[in-house]
C-alpha cells in the first residue's frame, strides 16, 4: 500500500516519464510482433492499454475530483456578482449562528480550564462562613472543598490613588486554587498558609487578563499593592491565561483569601452573620465517590454541622450538581435569552438556505442550456450532480469561512447590546468545537441549498433544454411552482422573525412607559456609603445625611434632595417583621419592606401623597413616631378602610414588639425595583425620628439631570472627601440597566427581524425579476396587442402577493407558537397579539409590493418591438 | 499467477512473456495485450516485479520486469491455491 502509494507520487512528479516508459515499451511489443507474427490479430487499441495502465500509476479519483472543483470554481468566477451575492448571503446565516454557537458554547460547553473539571460539583445553594468552615472540616466524600464569593461594594484602589472602578474582586478560601488544581503563571497562588482564621495574609492573587490590563503583562507587578477598602493587599500572583474565575461570562480580576473578607469587604465581618449564604461551594469529589453518593453525604453532614451554628433561617435543601462548567449563575441568567437567540439565527440560516436555493434555481433556469451541452456529450448525471453540489460546497466554504472569521466579533458586539452586566467576560476564542461547528454548518448548507437545484438540473431533458431559446422560457411549470413556494417558505419565516421582533419591541416599550409612580426624568441618584468613611453610628451618619441634603439643596439647578436607607431601582436592605393593628391575632404575612429617609424624599422622588400628609417639621425626635405607608401596604392590611390613623409596631429580631407608628399618609403606589414588579408594599419612616444608615442620595432638578452629575458629586465629596461614592447616575440611566435583559432581546431581535425583512425583499426581487425576463416576451405581446402598462404592471404585482400570501398566513401561525413560547419574557403583551399579527402582516405585504415593483415597472415599459424583434 | 510463473525463471520483457505462455501452454492460452500491460503495471506497484530498463538490438529501450522474493511467496501462495482449486473441481468432474 505505503510502496504502491509512494511509486505514484513519484510517477505524479515525473508524469513524463511516465508517458514515455509505457509509450516504449508498447512499441517494442508492436514491434517484436510485427517481426515474428505479421500475419497474426491486430494489436488492439494501443491508446486505450496505455490509458489503462496510466490510470493505474495516478490518483485518478484524485485529480479527477480536483479537476472538477477547478471547473466549478470556474463556473463560479464567470458570474462574479452572483456569486459574491450568495457568499455574502451565506457568510451572514453561517457567521450569525457561529456567533451565537460560539456564545453556547462558551457558556454552556466549555469546561473551566482546570484539572480535571468533571470531578468538580457544586453545592447549592449558597452557604455561611461559618456552615461552611464547620462543614469542609467533617465531610469526607470531597478530596477539597472551596468556597468563594464577590466582594461586593468594595472600592478597588491602585497604587497611584486612581480608582479601579471596574474591577471584580473575589474571596476564596485558601484551597481554593489548590482544589481547582490551578497554578500561578508567573508568582504564586495563596494557600491555606495565607489564609489561617487567626491572622489571614493581605495578599492577593491577580487574573490573567487584568494583569494585561492593568498593568501591561509587566513581570515585575509581584510585591505591588492593590487597595481594598483602603487596606493594602500584596500581589503575589498571576493565574495562567485563559483562566478567569469560575463563573463563566463574569471574570475575576482578583481573588483575596477568605478570611481577609472583613478587611477587604465595606459589608464587615460576614462570618457574624451566620445567616447570610453568601459563599457559593464547590467541591472535588474523593476518588471513587460518586455525585449521588456525595450528595447523601452532603445532606448528612450539613444537617450535623448546623446544630453547631446558630441559624435563624429555614434550612434551604441542598443539592449538588456537577460543575464542570464552573458555578451556573450567569448561565441561567442569561440561557433563555442566548436559547432564543440561536434559534432566531437558526431561522436566519433557514431563510438564507431558501434564499441562496431560489438564486440558484432562478440561475439554473439560465445554465440549463450549459447543462444539457454537457449531458449531450456525455457526462454523466451522477458527474453532473457531482460537479453541482461541488458549486454548492465552494460557495459553502467561501461563506462559512467569512462567517468564522466575523463570528466572535458579532458574538462579542452583541454583548454589547446589553450594558448592565457591564463587562461580560466570555472566552469567545477559536477552539476546535468551533471549528468543527462551522466546518458542520457549512456541510449541512451547502447540501440544503444545492440539492434541490442539482437534482432539478440533471433530470432535465436535454433535447427541449437544447433546442428551447434561453430568453422565452421559464422553464417548466414545476420550477416555477418550486420558486413560488421558496418565496413563500422565505416569507413565512420572515414573518416569524419580524412578529418576535415586534413583541420584543412593544413589551420594551412598554416597560418603559409603565408609571413606576415616582418621577424618573428628573432625578439623579447616587450610592454612597457612610461607615467607610468612619461614621460609624446611627446619629452620627444621619447627621452626614444632613449636611449633605443642605450641600446639595445649594447647587445650582437643584430643587431637593434628600437621602434615603432604599432607592427606587436600586433595591431595598430592610425587611421587617410588624404586627399591624387589627391584625395582632392573625398569622398574615408580616414582612414589609423599611425605607428610613429624610423629610423631602416624596418632594424629590416625585412621588405623589393620595391621603393623610407626608413629613413635615413637626414630625422631629420625640413627638409621635409616624410612616407614610404604599398604597399596596394599605390595601393589604386596610382593605376597604383609611389606612390613615392606623398604627403597627416593628418586631425586633428576637421578636419583642417596639413602640406602636402611626400611619399618617399613603403614598401611590410604586413598583420599586423593577417595573415588572408588583407595588411594593413599603413603609416609610422619618430619619429624623429614627436616625440611621442611608445609602442613597436623591437629587431633582428641573433641567436635564445629566447636566448636574458632576457637580453634584463634587458637592458630596466636598462634605467629605473620604466619602466612598458611586454614581451620581441619572434614574433614566440605571431603569436602562434594569431593562438590559429586555434591550438586548429587543435589539438583537430587531436586528435580525431586519436581515429577515431585507431577505425576504431580496428573494421576492430576485425571483419575480427572473419571472419577469423569462417572460418578456410575453408582456410584449400583452402590451403589442393592447394591454396598458398599469395593466402589465398590477399583474405582476398580483402575481408576487398571490405567491407571497400563503407564506404570510403560514408565518403568522408559525409566530403564533413562537409567541407562545417567548410570552413569559413579554411585558404589557400577549403572545398572541392582533395587533402585532396584522402590523406584520402589513410590513410583509409592504416589502413584497416593494420588491415586486421594481421588476414590474420595467416589465411594463418594455418596447414590444425591440422585445419581439429579439428573438 | 501466469505473469509470475513466466518471470521465475529470470527477467522478461512483456513481449516475450506473452509470447512464453502461448507457447508453453501449447498455444491453448493466449494472453491479450489489453490485459498484459495493465497486470504488469499493477503487480508491479503491488511490489511483485522489479521493472528493469534495457536495450534491445535495434536500439529501442526496453522494460525488463523481475520477481521480487515478495512475489515468488506471492507465486507459490497462488500455485497452491490453484492446485487445491483445481484438484477440487477435477474430483468434482469426476465424481460421475
Keep these: ?871 | 499467477m501466469l505473469i509470475l510463473k513466466s518471470l521465475s525463471r529470470g527477467k522478461r520483457h512483456g513481449y516475450a512473456i506473452a509470447e512464453w505462455i502461448h507457447d508453453v501452454s501449447e498455444e491453448a492460452l493466449r494472453v491479450e495485450e489489453g490485459a498484459l500491460y495493465p497486470a504488469l503495471h499493477r503487480l508491479e506497484l503491488r511490489g511483485m516485479l522489479d521493472p528493469e530498463w534495457g536495450l534491445s538490438e535495434t536500439n529501442r529501450r526496453v522494460k525488463f520486469y523481475r520477481l521480487t522474493p515478495a512475489g515468488r511467496k506471492c507465486l507459490a501462495a497462488e500455485r497452491e491455491h490453484w492446485g487445491r482449486l483445481s484438484a477440487g473441481v477435477m474430483r468434482i468432474l469426476e465424481s460421475a
Aim: proline share 5%.
Design chain 1, 1 to 871: 500500500m505505503i510502496r504502491s502509494f509512494r511509486l505514484r507520487v513519484r510517477a505524479l512528479l515525473k508524469r513524463r516519464q511516465l508517458e514515455r516508459d509505457l509509450e516504449d515499451e508498447l512499441a517494442y511489443h508492436l514491434e517484436l510482433r510485427r517481426a515474428n507474427a505479421p500475419a497474426q490479430a491486430p494489436f488492439g487499441n494501443v491508446t486505450s492499454i496505455q490509458e489503462t495502465c496510466r490510470e493505474l500509476w495516478t490518483f485518478s479519483r484524485l485529480e479527477d475530483s480536483w479537476r472538477q472543483v477547478c471547473q466549478a470554481a470556474r463556473v463560479l468566477r464567470r458570474s462574479p456578482g452572483h456569486t459574491i451575492a450568495i457568499v455574502a448571503l451565506l457568510a451572514l446565516g453561517i457567521g450569525a449562528n457561529a456567533a451565537m454557537f460560539s456564545l453556547v458554547n462558551a457558556f454552556f460547553i466549555r469546561e473551566l480550564p482546570v484539572r480535571e473539571p468533571n470531578r468538580l460539583v457544586a453545592l447549592n445553594p449558597g452557604w455561611p462562613t461559618q456552615l461552611f468552615d464547620d462543614f469542609r472540616r467533617a465531610q469526607k466524600s470531597f478530596s477539597g472543598v472551596l468556597g468563594t464569593g464577590s466582594l461586593l461594594g468594595t472600592v478597588v484602589t491602585a497604587e497611584t490613588g486612581e480608582q479601579l472602578a471596574g474591577a471584580r474582586g473575589g474571596i476564596a478560601s485558601g484551597n481554593y486554587f489548590d482544589v481547582l488544581g490551578v497554578k500561578a503563571s508567573i508568582g504564586r497562588v495563596f494557600t491555606e498558609e495565607d489564609d489561617k482564621l487567626s491572622h489571614p495574609q493581605p495578599v492577593m492573587v491577580i487574573g490573567h487578563s487584568f494583569w494585561s490590563r492593568q498593568f501591561a503583562g509587566d513581570p515585575s507587578v509581584l510585591g505591588r499593592k492593590i487597595f481594598l477598602s483602603g487596606s493594602p493587599f500584596t500581589i503575589i500572583g498571576v493565574t495562567p491565561e485563559g483562566f478567569a474565575g469560575d463563573l463563566p461570562g463574569r471574570g475575576r480580576d482578583f481573588w483575596v483569601p477568605l478570611n481577609m473578607q472583613p478587611v477587604a469587604n465595606p459589608q464587615g465581618d460576614l462570618r457574624r452573620n451566620p445567616g447570610f449564604p453568601w459563599l457559593s461551594v464547590m467541591g472535588r469529589l474523593a476518588p471513587g465517590v460518586s455525585i449521588e453518593q456525595a450528595e447523601a453525604e452532603v445532606v448528612y453532614d450539613r444537617l450535623r454541622a448546623r446544630q453547631t451554628v446558630e441559624r435563624r433561617n429555614r434550612p434551604s435543601p441542598i443539592h449538588l450538581e456537577s460543575a464542570s462548567r464552573g458555578f451556573d449563575g450567569f448561565r441561567r441568567r442569561l440561557g433563555t435569552q442566548i436559547q432564543i437567540l440561536a434559534a432566531t439565527a437558526v431561522i436566519v440560516l433557514l431563510i438564507v438556505w431558501v434564499n441562496v436555493a431560489t438564486l440558484l434555481l432562478a440561475r439554473g433556469a439560465a445554465r440549463q442550456r450549459e447543462l444539457a451541452v454537457r449531458q449531450a456529450l456525455g457526462c454523466g448525471r451522477a458527474r453532473l450532480v457531482r460537479s453541482l453540489l461541488l458549486e454548492g460546497l465552494l460557495l459553502a466554504g467561501a461563506g462559512g469561512s467569512i462567517g468564522l472569521a466575523v463570528a466572535p466579533a458579532c458574538a462579542r458586539a452583541l454583548l454589547l447590546m446589553q450594558p448592565s452586566f457591564g463587562r461580560i467576560d466570555v472566552d469567545l476564542a477559536f477552539d476546535l468545537r468551533m471549528f468543527a461547528f462551522g466546518v458542520g454548518i457549512s456541510l449541512l448548507t451547502a447540501i440544503a441549498f444545492s440539492l434541490l437545484p442539482a437534482i432539478r438540473a440533471s433530470s432535465t431533458a436535454i433535447e427541449p433544454a437544447l433546442r428551447s431559446s434561453s430568453r422565452s422560457s421559464t422553464g417548466p411549470p414545476s420550477r416555477q411552482k418550486t420558486l413560488r413556494f421558496l418565496v413563500a417558505a422565505q416569507t413565512a419565516l420572515s414573518v416569524i422573525l419580524v412578529a418576535v421582533s415586534f413583541f420584543f419591541a412593544r413589551s420594551l416599550f412598554h416597560l418603559h412607559a409603565v408609571d413606576g409612580g415616582y418621577d424618573r426624568q428628573h432625578i439623579v441618584s447616587a450610592t454612597i456609603n457612610a461607615r467607610l468613611a468612619g461614621y460609624q453610628d446611627d446619629a452620627a451618619q444621619w447627621r452626614l445625611g444632613q449636611r449633605l441634603v443642605e450641600r446639595i439643596s445649594a447647587v445650582p439647578g437643584v430643587t431637593s434632595a434628600s437621602v434615603a436607607l432604599c432607592a427606587v431601582l436600586m433595591g431595598c436592605s430592610r425587611q421587617s417583621l410588624v404586627t399591624m393593628e387589627g391584625h395582632e391575632a392573625d398569622s398574615s404575612d408580616s414582612r414589609i419592606w423599611i425605607n428610613p429617609v429624610s423629610a423631602n424624599y416624596f418632594e424629590t422622588t416625585g412621588i405623589p401623597v393620595v391621603m393623610g400628609r407626608g413629613f413635615g417639621a413637626q414630625d422631629r425626635p420625640g413627638s409621635p413616631r409616624v410612616a407614610v405607608v404604599t398604597q399596596a401596604l394599605a390595601r393589604f392590611y386596610f382593605p376597604g378602610q383609611d389606612a390613615v390613623g392606623k398604627r403597627f409596631t416593628e418586631r425586633s429580631a428576637q421578636g419583642i414588639p417596639g413602640d406602636p407608628i402611626e400611619i399618617i399618609g399613603v403614598i401611590r403606589d410604586i413598583k420599586f425595583v423593577n417595573p415588572r414588579d408588583a407595588p411594593i408594599r413599603m413603609a416609610f419612616l422619618s430619619l429624623e425620628q429614627f436616625p440611621g444608615p442611608f445609602s442613597y442620595l436623591q437629587v431633582r432638578t428641573d433641567g436635564r439631570p445629566e447636566a448636574l452629575v458632576s457637580a453634584v458629586r463634587q458637592a458630596i465629596l466636598e462634605v467629605d472627601s473620604k466619602l466612598f461614592v458611586m454614581g451620581p447616575e441619572p434614574l433614566s440611566a440605571t431603569l436602562e440597566q434594569i431593562l438590559a435583559r429586555d434591550m438586548l432581546l429587543s435589539r438583537a431581535s430587531g436586528l435580525f427581524g431586519l436581515v429577515a425583512l431585507v431577505l425576504a425583499c431580496f428573494g421576492v426581487y430576485g425571483v419575480i425579476s427572473y419571472l419577469v425576463v423569462a417572460r418578456t416576451a410575453e408582456f410584449a405581446i400583452r402590451l403589442a396587442i393592447g394591454a396598458k402598462p398599469a395593466q402589465v404592471l398590477g399583474h405582476i404585482v398580483a402575481n408576487a402577493l398571490k405567491t407571497a400570501i400563503p407564506g404570510i398566513v403560514g408565518g403568522v401561525a408559525g409566530a403564533w407558537a413562537a409567541g407562545r413560547f417567548i410570552e413569559s419574557l413579554l411585558f404589557g403583551v400577549t403572545g398572541h397579539d392582533p395587533f402585532i399579527f396584522m402590523a406584520v402582516a402589513a410590513a410583509l405585504l409592504f416589502t413584497t409590493i416593494l420588491a415586486a415593483y421594481v421588476p414590474a415597472l420595467r416589465a411594463s415599459r418594455i418596447d414590444p418591438l425591440v422585445a419581439l424583434r429579439c428573438d
